[in-house]
């Protein structure tokens, strides 16, 4: 009886145990998920107070851990969805007494082709050009006869290198058109714009250099707005640079003349445009021996000059240059020993004033200097006009100069003096001021000095660069019949025609600075009025409407 009650006992504290027992409860932190179509993996909270397992009903998903204890961080792991519908999974975890059910969806694949840039604008010589391609789908390349590419087709992500052909002729048209990428079903295009270049000139100064037979160097000037090169077909010609850009100097060097024969040759000198501008050179022949002296070597005269009697000797002919307007020399030429006489005019000048008189027989050369004492009339040098406004363009300006001294020249680094530096007297000269680029007028100078004193300043006042571009037509009344209109065009930029109207032409539709296009208007269909607009557009953003009405 004892056992009965003591086994009753022990049953009845187990049921009490039992009855107090806790659920194991379990739930996600949230219930629905959403992944990308790439796939991936992402990271779920767990809630639980006991042991838990995970079931999944998708193939294309992993869970990981599968079962545990406690709180958790579950790791789902999605393969890439390749297909063009969305997809969904339900995980759930499991404890012996609740279950927890979160739900997710997997995006749809989405197709792509994207390509950059989308517009490739060149010059007259064409050039390569590097083209991004963002696509996980086929395509293939469609391209004009004038354009061409690496690729033809691909897949995925690509770069792609197009060429674009240079345009021949003096007188073809800018072109443009679209270079496809694509399928049937996704695409983009690149639009590709080749404009002509303007043929920009080239000049050079001097056009001719003469060298003597022992040889020296020389300099000559380049003009032009252009990129240039310089080619010569001898070896015994070396230039100190073959290729620039804009106004350039370029030294000339000749060595010593080894033949008893003038040698001569051109150098080419050629803008980016393909215009030319030809150098002549000549270099004396290596001189004969023989002799030629002349006594004495320097003469003084006073400011009332005269004359006095110089000596040659030679075995040969022989001639004298003085090109100075205050002296004279006779006889100018001979042959062998003789007796000259060199006659000086009176100084009038407040300074002292010396020439040479050169005497040569072939190749040899005499220097006789010529000294004359100052007279007593005031210095003076003066410019005609002393002051001078030239147009943004620059250009060869014509200057005249008045004095009775010695002078020599300086200017602004934009203006370049072209005949002469130095001088003595009256004198004209020329100077070419360089293009003005910005919109801002500037001033600069020439300043002319007698023995570094400034005794005369011209000023030149440059106009800053402004666009241009007018149309001498900005309204049309065109018949019922059609019929065709020329505008001309003002411009210092290059310009292009636009319209959207299908029933109004132009031709051509671009240029550059002054020209004419001819618009064209269809003949009515109908009886009711119409109107449309042309777009004049310049390179700088310039902008001038053109209205065309048409009336029955």
Same mark, same amino acid.
């Given at each position: 009886?004892?056992?009965?009650?003591?086994?009753?006992?022990?049953?009845?504290?187990?049921?009490?145990?039992?009855?107090?027992?806790?659920?194991?409860?379990?739930?996600?932190?949230?219930?629905?998920?959403?992944?990308?179509?790439?796939?991936?993996?992402?990271?779920?909270?767990?809630?639980?107070?006991?042991?838990?397992?995970?079931?999944?009903?998708?193939?294309?998903?992993?869970?990981?851990?599968?079962?545990?204890?406690?709180?958790?961080?579950?790791?789902?792991?999605?393969?890439?969805?390749?297909?063009?519908?969305?997809?969904?999974?339900?995980?759930?975890?499991?404890?012996?007494?609740?279950?927890?059910?979160?739900?997710?969806?997997?995006?749809?694949?989405?197709?792509?082709?994207?390509?950059?840039?989308?517009?490739?604008?060149?010059?007259?010589?064409?050039?390569?050009?590097?083209?991004?391609?963002?696509?996980?789908?086929? !395509?293939?390349?469609?391209?004009?006869? !004038?354009?061409?590419?690496?690729?033809?087709?691909?897949?995925?992500?690509?770069?792609?290198?197009?060429?674009?052909?240079?345009?021949?002729?003096?007188?073809?048209?800018?072109?443009?058109?679209?270079?496809?990428?694509?399928?049937?079903?996704?695409?983009?295009?690149?639009?590709?714009?080749?404009?002509?270049?303007?043929?920009?000139?080239?000049?050079?100064?001097?056009?001719?250099?003469?060298?003597?037979?022992?040889?020296?160097?020389?300099?000559?000037?380049?003009?032009?707005?252009?990129?240039?090169?310089?080619?010569?077909?001898?070896?015994?010609?070396?230039?100190?640079?073959?290729?620039?850009?804009?106004?350039?100097?370029?030294?000339?060097?000749?060595?010593?003349?080894?033949?008893?024969?003038?040698?001569?040759?051109?150098?080419?000198?050629?803008?980016?445009?393909?215009?030319?501008?030809?150098?002549?050179?000549?270099?004396?022949?290596?001189?004969?021996?023989?002799?030629?002296?002349?006594?004495?070597?320097?003469?003084?005269?006073?400011?009332?000059?005269?004359?006095?009697?110089?000596?040659?000797?030679?075995?040969?002919?022989?001639?004298?240059?003085?090109?100075?307007?205050?002296?004279?020399?006779?006889?100018?030429?001979?042959?062998?020993?003789?007796?000259?006489?060199?006659?000086?005019?009176?100084?009038?000048?407040?300074?002292?004033?010396?020439?040479?008189?050169?005497?040569?027989?072939?190749?040899?050369?005499?220097?006789?200097?010529?000294?004359?004492?100052?007279?007593?009339?005031?210095?003076?040098?003066?410019?005609?006009?002393?002051?001078?406004?030239?147009?943004?363009?620059?250009?060869?300006?014509?200057?005249?100069?008045?004095?009775?001294?010695?002078?020599?020249?300086?200017?602004?680094?934009?203006?370049?003096?072209?005949?002469?530096?130095?001088?003595?007297?009256?004198?004209?000269?020329?100077?070419?001021?360089?293009?003005?680029?910005?919109?801002?007028?500037?001033?600069?100078?020439?300043?002319?000095?007698?023995?570094?004193?400034?005794?005369?300043?011209?000023?030149?006042?440059?106009?800053?660069?402004?666009?241009?571009?007018?149309?001498?037509?900005?309204?049309?009344?065109?018949?019922?019949?059609?019929?065709?209109?020329?505008?001309?065009?003002?411009?210092?930029?290059?310009?292009?025609?636009?319209?959207?109207?299908?029933?109004?032409?132009?031709?051509?539709?671009?240029?550059?600075?002054?020209?004419?296009?001819?618009?064209?208007?269809?003949?009515?269909?109908?009886?009711?009025?119409?109107?449309?607009?042309?777009?004049?557009?310049?390179?700088?953003?310039?902008?001038?409407?053109?209205?065309?009405?048409?009336?029955?």
């Amino acid at each position: 009886m004892k056992n009965l009650k003591y086994l009753l006992f022990v049953a009845a504290v187990a049921f009490a145990i039992v009855g107090c027992r806790k659920p194991v409860d379990v739930s996600f932190a949230v219930t629905t998920q959403e992944m990308e179509a790439a796939g991936g993996s992402v990271e779920v909270v767990l809630n639980s107070n006991g042991e838990w397992t995970i079931e999944s009903t998708a193939e294309w998903l992993t869970v990981s851990p599968m079962s545990g204890s406690g709180n958790a961080t579950l790791t789902l792991t999605a393969q890439a969805n390749a297909t063009e519908d969305s997809r969904s999974a339900q995980i759930k975890a499991i404890t012996k007494d609740n279950a927890a059910t979160m739900n997710l969806t997997q995006n749809a694949l989405e197709y792509y082709l994207t390509v950059s840039p989308k517009v490739i604008q060149c010059g007259s010589n064409g050039g390569e050009f590097t083209v991004s391609v963002s696509s996980n789908v086929d !395509w293939e390349v469609g391209l004009p006869q !004038w354009i061409s590419s690496t690729v033809t087709h691909g897949s995925d992500n690509a770069t792609v290198t197009l060429t674009v052909m240079p345009i021949d002729g003096e007188m073809a048209d800018s072109r443009e058109a679209d270079v496809f990428f694509g399928n049937s079903s996704y695409g983009d295009k690149v639009h590709v714009i080749q404009t002509v270049d303007p043929i920009l000139s080239i000049d050079v100064r001097p056009k001719n250099l003469e060298f003597v037979s022992a040889g020296e160097t020389k300099s000559v000037f380049v003009f032009t707005e252009d990129s240039w090169s310089a080619t010569v077909d001898v070896d015994w010609v070396t230039l100190s640079k073959t290729e620039g850009q804009g106004n350039g100097e370029v030294s000339v060097t000749l060595g010593e003349n080894p033949e008893y024969v003038q040698r001569q040759t051109t150098v080419v000198f050629t803008s980016g445009g393909n215009m030319t501008a030809i150098l002549s050179i000549s270099q004396e022949a290596l001189p004969d021996p023989h002799f030629l002296e002349v006594s004495p070597l320097s003469f003084q005269f006073g400011n009332e000059g005269g004359e006095q009697s110089m000596t040659i000797g030679c075995d040969d002919a022989w001639t004298i240059d003085a090109s100075n307007d205050w002296l004279t020399v006779t006889p100018m030429t001979g042959t062998g020993n003789a007796t000259v006489t060199i006659g000086v005019n009176p100084n009038t000048l407040l300074e002292p004033r010396m020439a040479y008189v050169i005497v040569k027989s072939g190749d040899l050369v005499q220097e006789v200097m010529v000294n004359q004492a100052a007279g007593d009339t005031p210095l003076f040098v003066g410019f005609e006009p002393d002051t001078l406004y030239v147009s943004y363009s620059g250009g060869i300006q014509h200057l005249e100069l008045t004095s009775n001294t010695t002078w020599q020249l300086q200017a602004s680094e934009w203006i370049n003096l072209l005949n002469t530096t130095t001088g003595e007297g009256d004198a004209s000269f020329d100077i070419v001021v360089d293009f003005n680029e910005n919109s801002e007028d500037r001033i600069g100078y020439v300043n002319a000095k007698h023995n570094g004193q400034i005794m005369a300043t011209m000023i030149i006042v440059q106009e800053g660069w402004y666009s241009i571009l007018e149309a001498s037509l900005t309204e049309i009344e065109a018949r019922p019949e059609g019929g065709e209109y020329v505008i001309q065009v003002t411009a210092n930029q290059s310009w292009s025609v636009n319209t959207t109207e299908n029933w109004i032409h132009c031709t051509p539709n671009s240029g550059f600075s002054n020209g004419e296009f001819t618009i064209t208007v269809d003949a009515m269909e109908g009886v009711r009025p119409r109107m449309g607009r042309i777009k004049l557009g310049g390179s700088t953003g310039d902008q001038v409407m053109i209205m065309v009405n048409q009336h029955p």
